[in-house]
Protein backbone atom coordinates (compact mmCIF):
# COMPACT_ATOMS: atom_id res chain seq x y z
CA UNK A 1 0.00 0.00 0.00
CA UNK A 2 2.81 2.24 0.74
CA UNK A 3 4.49 1.61 -2.55
CA UNK A 4 0.93 2.93 -4.18
CA UNK A 5 0.66 6.34 -2.50
CA UNK A 6 4.12 6.84 -3.03
CA UNK A 7 3.98 6.10 -6.77
CA UNK A 8 1.08 8.42 -7.42
CA UNK A 9 2.31 10.86 -4.98
CA UNK A 10 5.69 10.82 -7.35
CA UNK A 11 3.39 11.20 -10.14
CA UNK A 12 1.42 13.82 -8.87
CA UNK A 13 4.92 15.87 -8.05
CA UNK A 14 6.11 14.92 -12.04
CA UNK A 15 2.56 16.41 -13.09
CA UNK A 16 3.32 19.49 -11.05
CA UNK A 17 6.94 20.17 -12.18
CA UNK A 18 6.31 19.00 -15.74
CA UNK A 19 3.15 22.16 -16.00
CA UNK A 20 5.30 24.73 -14.20
CA UNK A 21 8.38 24.10 -16.52
CA UNK A 22 5.68 24.19 -19.50
CA UNK A 23 4.72 27.54 -17.87
CA UNK A 24 8.41 28.64 -17.80
CA UNK A 25 8.80 27.65 -21.58
CA UNK A 26 6.15 29.64 -22.58
CA UNK A 27 7.26 33.08 -20.83
CA UNK A 28 10.55 32.14 -22.08
CA UNK A 29 9.27 32.07 -25.24
CA UNK A 30 7.21 35.23 -25.22
CA UNK A 31 10.60 37.14 -24.01
CA UNK A 32 12.24 35.94 -26.77
CA UNK A 33 10.01 36.84 -29.18
CA UNK A 34 9.51 40.41 -27.84
CA UNK A 35 13.62 40.37 -27.75
CA UNK A 36 13.94 39.37 -31.18
CA UNK A 37 11.45 41.95 -32.42
CA UNK A 38 13.40 44.68 -30.46
CA UNK A 39 17.10 43.46 -32.21
CA UNK A 40 15.48 43.40 -36.18
CA UNK A 41 14.01 46.90 -35.50
CA UNK A 42 17.50 47.87 -33.87
CA UNK A 43 19.86 46.44 -36.39
CA UNK A 44 18.86 48.50 -38.96
CA UNK A 45 19.49 51.81 -36.92
CA UNK A 46 23.04 50.11 -36.05
CA UNK A 47 23.97 49.39 -39.48
CA UNK A 48 22.30 53.22 -40.92
CA UNK A 49 24.35 54.55 -37.87
CA UNK A 50 27.82 53.28 -38.72
CA UNK A 51 26.89 53.77 -42.41
CA UNK A 52 26.66 57.26 -42.10
CA UNK A 53 29.76 57.62 -40.19
CA UNK A 54 32.03 55.86 -42.65
CA UNK A 55 30.17 58.36 -45.48
CA UNK A 56 31.38 61.09 -43.12
CA UNK A 57 34.97 59.57 -42.91
CA UNK A 58 35.38 58.67 -46.03
CA UNK A 59 33.68 62.15 -48.03
CA UNK A 60 34.93 65.13 -45.46
CA UNK A 61 38.75 65.94 -46.72
CA UNK A 62 40.89 66.61 -44.02
CA UNK A 63 39.15 67.68 -40.79
CA UNK A 64 40.01 68.07 -36.94
CA UNK A 65 38.57 67.05 -33.96
CA UNK A 66 39.14 65.02 -30.76
CA UNK A 67 37.26 62.50 -31.87
CA UNK A 68 39.11 62.07 -34.75
CA UNK A 69 42.77 62.26 -33.05
CA UNK A 70 45.07 59.42 -32.96
CA UNK A 71 45.15 57.43 -30.45
CA UNK A 72 48.20 58.88 -27.93
CA UNK A 73 48.65 56.18 -25.51
CA UNK A 74 47.47 52.84 -24.24
CA UNK A 75 45.16 54.23 -21.74
CA UNK A 76 41.75 52.39 -22.69
CA UNK A 77 37.96 52.13 -21.46
CA UNK A 78 36.50 48.92 -21.95
CA UNK A 79 32.47 48.71 -21.57
CA UNK A 80 31.94 44.93 -21.31
CA UNK A 81 28.16 43.65 -21.21
CA UNK A 82 26.99 40.86 -19.62
CA UNK A 83 23.69 39.57 -17.79
CA UNK A 84 22.46 40.40 -14.47
CA UNK A 85 21.28 36.50 -14.23
CA UNK A 86 23.11 32.94 -14.92
CA UNK A 87 20.76 30.45 -16.70
CA UNK A 88 21.80 31.45 -20.06
CA UNK A 89 23.74 28.66 -21.43
CA UNK A 90 27.68 29.57 -21.94
CA UNK A 91 26.66 32.99 -23.01
CA UNK A 92 28.14 34.97 -19.80
CA UNK A 93 30.67 32.41 -20.19
CA UNK A 94 32.08 33.18 -23.42
CA UNK A 95 31.71 36.80 -23.31
CA UNK A 96 33.87 37.46 -20.20
CA UNK A 97 36.34 34.93 -21.33
CA UNK A 98 36.42 36.85 -24.48
CA UNK A 99 36.58 39.76 -22.54
CA UNK A 100 39.65 38.65 -19.98
CA UNK A 101 41.97 37.83 -22.83
CA UNK A 102 40.79 41.02 -24.48
CA UNK A 103 41.94 43.32 -21.35
CA UNK A 104 44.89 41.09 -19.69
CA UNK A 105 47.56 42.44 -21.72
CA UNK A 106 46.37 46.08 -21.74
CA UNK A 107 48.48 47.74 -18.71
CA UNK A 108 46.44 51.28 -18.41
CA UNK A 109 42.78 50.19 -18.72
CA UNK A 110 39.50 51.40 -17.49
CA UNK A 111 36.57 48.42 -16.75
CA UNK A 112 32.99 49.65 -17.48
CA UNK A 113 30.93 46.38 -16.69
CA UNK A 114 27.57 46.07 -17.38
CA UNK A 115 25.42 43.33 -15.25
CA UNK A 116 25.81 41.53 -12.16
CA UNK A 117 27.82 38.75 -13.67
CA UNK A 118 30.49 40.77 -15.11
CA UNK A 119 30.90 42.37 -11.30
CA UNK A 120 31.12 38.93 -10.22
CA UNK A 121 33.47 37.49 -12.44
CA UNK A 122 36.26 40.08 -12.69
CA UNK A 123 35.61 40.42 -8.46
CA UNK A 124 36.50 36.37 -8.59
CA UNK A 125 40.04 37.61 -10.13
CA UNK A 126 40.69 39.79 -7.63
CA UNK A 127 40.46 42.41 -11.01
CA UNK A 128 37.78 45.62 -9.52
CA UNK A 129 35.73 47.36 -12.39
CA UNK A 130 36.56 50.89 -12.14
CA UNK A 131 32.44 51.56 -12.70
CA UNK A 132 29.61 49.29 -12.53
CA UNK A 133 25.95 49.73 -14.48
CA UNK A 134 23.81 46.73 -12.52
CA UNK A 135 20.40 46.39 -13.70
CA UNK A 136 20.89 47.58 -17.00
CA UNK A 137 21.42 44.87 -18.77
CA UNK A 138 17.81 43.03 -18.93
CA UNK A 139 15.69 45.20 -20.32
CA UNK A 140 18.07 48.29 -20.95
CA UNK A 141 16.98 51.57 -22.47
CA UNK A 142 18.62 54.88 -24.05
CA UNK A 143 18.71 56.68 -20.74
CA UNK A 144 21.00 53.43 -19.61
CA UNK A 145 23.14 53.61 -22.80
CA UNK A 146 23.26 58.00 -22.63
CA UNK A 147 24.53 58.05 -18.94
CA UNK A 148 27.40 55.41 -19.77
CA UNK A 149 28.14 56.92 -22.66
CA UNK A 150 28.06 60.60 -21.09
CA UNK A 151 30.89 58.98 -18.35
CA UNK A 152 33.15 58.03 -21.13
CA UNK A 153 33.00 60.94 -23.25
CA UNK A 154 33.93 63.21 -19.89
CA UNK A 155 37.25 60.92 -19.84
CA UNK A 156 37.88 60.93 -23.09
CA UNK A 157 37.86 65.03 -24.11
CA UNK A 158 39.58 65.18 -20.72
CA UNK A 159 42.38 63.05 -21.92
CA UNK A 160 42.43 60.51 -19.49
CA UNK A 161 41.34 58.05 -21.69
CA UNK A 162 42.44 57.47 -24.76
CA UNK A 163 40.53 55.03 -26.51
CA UNK A 164 36.72 53.62 -25.69
CA UNK A 165 35.71 49.84 -26.87
CA UNK A 166 32.75 47.81 -26.26
CA UNK A 167 32.76 44.21 -25.46
CA UNK A 168 29.42 42.62 -26.51
CA UNK A 169 28.13 39.91 -28.07
CA UNK A 170 27.15 39.89 -31.53
CA UNK A 171 23.85 38.12 -33.00
CA UNK A 172 24.91 36.34 -36.06
CA UNK A 173 21.71 34.76 -36.41
CA UNK A 174 18.99 33.54 -34.51
CA UNK A 175 20.47 30.99 -33.33
CA UNK A 176 24.49 32.04 -34.11
CA UNK A 177 26.34 34.69 -31.18
CA UNK A 178 29.68 35.62 -30.97
CA UNK A 179 31.25 38.03 -28.23
CA UNK A 180 33.07 40.60 -30.21
CA UNK A 181 35.05 43.86 -29.75
CA UNK A 182 34.41 47.56 -31.47
CA UNK A 183 36.64 50.52 -30.96
CA UNK A 184 33.93 53.77 -30.50
CA UNK A 185 36.36 56.12 -29.84
CA UNK A 186 38.56 57.50 -31.98
CA UNK A 187 36.84 57.43 -35.14
CA UNK A 188 39.14 55.69 -37.43
CA UNK A 189 37.44 54.58 -41.45
CA UNK A 190 38.98 50.99 -41.18
CA UNK A 191 37.00 50.09 -38.27
CA UNK A 192 33.96 50.92 -40.70
CA UNK A 193 35.58 48.09 -43.58
CA UNK A 194 32.52 45.79 -42.98
CA UNK A 195 29.68 48.56 -43.86
CA UNK A 196 28.77 48.52 -47.19
CA UNK A 197 27.60 52.68 -48.26
CA UNK A 198 24.19 53.11 -49.86
CA UNK A 199 25.36 55.97 -51.70
CA UNK A 200 27.89 55.54 -54.34
CA UNK A 201 29.55 59.41 -54.66
CA UNK A 202 33.04 60.86 -54.83
CA UNK A 203 32.18 64.58 -54.11
CA UNK A 204 33.38 65.98 -50.66
CA UNK A 205 30.36 67.21 -47.75
CA UNK A 206 30.49 70.25 -46.40
CA UNK A 207 28.96 70.95 -43.34
CA UNK A 208 26.92 73.40 -41.81
CA UNK A 209 27.91 75.95 -39.60
CA UNK A 210 31.18 73.66 -39.07
CA UNK A 211 32.75 70.11 -39.47
CA UNK A 212 33.19 70.35 -35.58
CA UNK A 213 29.83 71.83 -34.90
CA UNK A 214 28.54 68.40 -36.49
CA UNK A 215 30.41 66.41 -34.83
CA UNK A 216 30.12 67.77 -31.53
CA UNK A 217 26.20 67.03 -32.02
CA UNK A 218 26.67 63.62 -34.01
CA UNK A 219 28.86 61.94 -32.67
CA UNK A 220 27.87 61.23 -29.24
CA UNK A 221 24.59 60.60 -30.48
CA UNK A 222 25.98 58.02 -32.69
CA UNK A 223 28.25 56.37 -29.78
CA UNK A 224 24.75 56.57 -27.64
CA UNK A 225 22.91 54.36 -30.51
CA UNK A 226 26.01 52.14 -31.01
CA UNK A 227 25.74 51.29 -27.18
CA UNK A 228 22.07 51.00 -26.67
CA UNK A 229 22.29 48.85 -29.79
CA UNK A 230 25.05 46.77 -28.52
CA UNK A 231 23.12 46.40 -25.17
CA UNK A 232 19.90 45.29 -27.22
CA UNK A 233 22.12 42.33 -29.02
CA UNK A 234 23.23 41.26 -25.56
CA UNK A 235 19.51 40.66 -24.31
Same mark, same amino acid.
Given at each position: ??????????????????????????? *???????????????????????????????????? *???????????????????????????????????????????????????????????? *??????????????????????????????????????? *??????????????????????????????????????????????? %???????????????????????? %??
Amino acid at each position: MQNIIDIKNRSASIKETSQITKAMEMI *STSKLRKANKKYINNTAYFNKVRMTIKDILTHTGDI *SHPYLRKQQGEKTAYIIIASDKGLAGDYNHRVLKFAFDEVSNIRERYLFVIGHMAKNFFY *SRNIYPDVEYLNASQNPTLEDARAITQDLLEMFESHLID *SIKVVYTKMVTSTVQKPVVLRLLPLVPEDFLDIQSETDYSSILDFEP %SPKKVFDILVPQYIIGIVYSCLIQ %SV
